[in-house]
């Protein structure tokens, strides 16, 4: 097929920010998660569907298939519903992750992502 591009599970990316290779990137809809350390100008390539281990907001406790939030300046998810600088439904979690917990598996929705109000 003449016009595929690439197969959109891996994207290149082009940042804004500093990341470390499994950080989480936020670009409007796109949320995606780096294979490389990058500064900003940097194009990378960053992982847009997949699970992930992500760090998260240690009084979070999430439900395998609960909505994902991301705290953006913070770096970390949460449970609470997304406020300003937040970005909301990044995906869903796919194992319990109790409250004291420092992680949570998050399986990656892509598109799904919204603005905090």
């Known amino acids: 097929m003449k016009n595929a591009h690439q197969d959109g599970r891996v994207l290149d990316v082009t940042l804004a ?3 470390k290779s499994g950080g989480v990137i936020v670009q409007g809809k796109l949320v995606a998660v780096a294979v490389t ?6 194009t990378i390539a960053a992982h847009v569907e997949g699970v992930f281990r992500l760090p998260k907001l240690a009084a979070a406790a ?3 298939g609960d909505s994902v ?3 953006t300046p913070n770096g970390r998810a949460i ?5 300003a600088d937040q970005v909301g439904d990044i995906g869903y979690a796919v194992a319990d992750a109790d409250a004291g917990s420092a992680e949570v598996l998050v399986r990656l929705t ?3 992502a919204a603005a905090g109000s």
């Open 79 to 83: 449970s609470a519903a997304a406020g």
């Open 110 to 112: 892509p598109g799904s």
């Open 37 to 42: 350390d990058g500064q900003p100008g940097d």
């Open 69 to 71: 939030n991301w705290d």
């Open 62 to 64: 999430f439900t395998a």
């Open 17 to 19: 920010d500093a990341v």
